[in-house]
């Protein structure tokens, strides 16, 4: 029997001979013209839908989404692998195959109804997001606005964000800065920020939004961020993997001074939506520079913990279509493992 020395040895020659297509998959990332080819094809598609479903009752329409969801979840593979893929990496034995494709077509059925909300978010009146809105805690975002700090939201994707964003401004009338991914594509890009701009609320690029942020901060205003993306800042634990997460709630909230609360919008059983204030991250009074590090991640392990316990409540409702923990599985972020061990065992779960 060879040793386990040996045995580490081999594991890591195979992991390194197919790391790339491991932690990319066939197809995870396709050539920049393609990519954009497609954001055109779905700009097009959104801008000629965008009427015909608003003249439909959001009943008829929300089915509508939904069997455009289960044809999606036919049509497209690479996602739908990776969903199961995330999804046996996260609850390992506790879901079986049938489980796991069973709510991966939950998945791809409930982001179909936010599509469609989507579209149709721009004929909701004030009054009609009131009563399709519920909200539980609000008390501690008034709180931490009348501070005169300004605030820090922190949601992920999950629920209906889109939604959050224009309930936040319209019916709470909170000053409200988001953080937004430009897709490659112009058309879409323009799109998507007018859409949201409809609502009421600034748009800031993803990259290029730290000193808007801190300006909105300064005037005592409310930022909106989506903190569940792959990156490679900091490595936090999720689902007990170390996730590469950004660092921008963490810093903004050190140099700020501004509560940071999370916050999120679930789709409720008759699609209606209920927005849950969590308590503020407990944040550090006095932070040294060479202490930053150790409160960057001390808060995004919160953040993410937080997120957690929310995504097993309502598993359906959360992106396990994106490859969120791709950049725990590159060679070049092997220290954020505790051990070979504990690394090698999630990295057969999360490539079957």
């Not at 909106?224 to 996730?243: E, H, K, R, T, V």
């Not at 913990?305 to 409540?313: F, P, Y």
């Amino acid at each position: 029997m060879a040793s386990e020395p040996t045995n580490t040895f081999l594991r890591t020659i195979r992991f390194s001979r197919h790391e790339n297509a491991a932690a990319s998959r066939p197809g995870e990332h396709a050539p920049h013209w393609i990519s954009q080819l497609w954001q055109r094809l779905v700009a097009g598609v959104m801008v000629k839908v965008a009427t015909p479903i608003q003249r439909l009752s959001r009943p008829i329409a929300l089915r509508f989404g939904e069997y455009l969801g289960q044809l999606a979840y036919y049509v497209a593979g690479r996602q739908r692998r990776r969903a199961l893929a995330n999804l046996h990496l996260a609850y390992g034995e506790e879901l079986s195959r049938a489980q796991r494709e069973a709510l991966t077509r939950q998945v791809f059925q409930h982001f179909g109804r936010a599509i469609i909300d989507f579209l149709r978010a721009p004929r909701y009146t004030t009054e009609e997001l009131t009563h399709l809105i519920s909200c539980e805690g609000w008390e501690q975002v008034d709180v931490a606005l009348n501070r005169g700090k300004g605030i820090i939201l922190v949601t992920g994707h999950l629920g209906n964000w889109e939604l959050l964003g224009r309930w936040l401004a319209t019916v709470q009338k909170v000053p409200l800065t988001v953080v937004a991914r430009d897709p490659d594509n112009p058309a879409l890009a323009t799109y998507l920020r007018s859409m949201r701009e409809n609502a009421g609320f600034t748009v800031l690029s993803k990259g290029e939004s730290a000193r808007g942020l801190l300006r909105a901060l300064r005037r005592g205003e409310a930022i909106l961020i989506l903190a569940d993306q792959n990156s490679s800042d900091i490595f936090a634990p999720f689902f007990g993997i170390p996730a590469g997460t950004a660092a921008g709630p963490a810093s903004l909230a050190v140099r700020s001074k501004a509560a940071l609360i999370p916050i999120y919008c679930i789709e409720m059983p008759n699609h209606s939506f209920q927005v849950t204030c969590q308590p503020p991250i407990e944040m550090s009074t006095t932070t040294a520079p060479e202490e930053r590090q150790t409160e960057f991640l001390r808060i995004t392990a919160a953040l993410n913990q937080t997120l957690e316990g929310v995504v097993r409540q309502y598993p359906a409702q959360w992106l396990w279509l994106h490859n969120r923990w791709k950049s725990a599985f590159a060679e070049s972020h092997r220290n954020a493992w505790t051990d070979d061990r504990t690394f090698f065992a999630a990295w057969e779960r999360w490539r079957t």
